[in-house]
């Protein structure tokens, strides 16, 4: 089992940054993938960024060039720097493990942008 908990969440003005961090613990092998995926009010879970071990990243269209994803391997710690955010961009940010075939959720950590 892997257990993943989400922080960095909150409230931020449209055009802002945030900085998300997630923390993995437990039974963690090499090689994963740790990544970042949102859901806002009403809409479908999507995907936002995912980084392997190795460091090769892979991000939605509609955040390439804004955000961030990074990772400590050391720490087994994941990053999500988030810059220009936009309102629409309001959701539960969850991170995400994968591992041995098996994938792993985080409770996810609140992020609203607004004025």
């Known amino acids: 089992q892997v257990q993943l908990v989400e922080s960095g969440g909150g409230l931020v003005q449209p055009g802002g940054s945030l900085r998300l961090s997630c923390a993995a613990s437990g039974s963690i092998f090499n090689p994963n993938a740790m990544g970042w995926y949102r859901q806002a009010p009403g809409k479908e879970r999507e995907f936002v960024a995912s980084?392997?071990?190795?460091?090769?990243?892979t991000y939605a269209d509609s955040v390439k060039g804004r955000f961030t994803i990074s990772r400590d391997n050391a720490k087994n710690m994941v990053y999500l720097q988030m810059n220009s955010l936009k309102p629409e961009e309001t959701a539960v940010y969850y991170c995400?493990?994968?591992?041995?075939?098996?994938?792993?959720w985080g409770q996810g950590t609140q992020v609203t942008v607004s004025s």
């Open positions: 980084i392997t071990t190795g460091g090769t990243t």
């Open positions: 995400n493990h994968f591992q041995a075939g098996y994938t792993y």
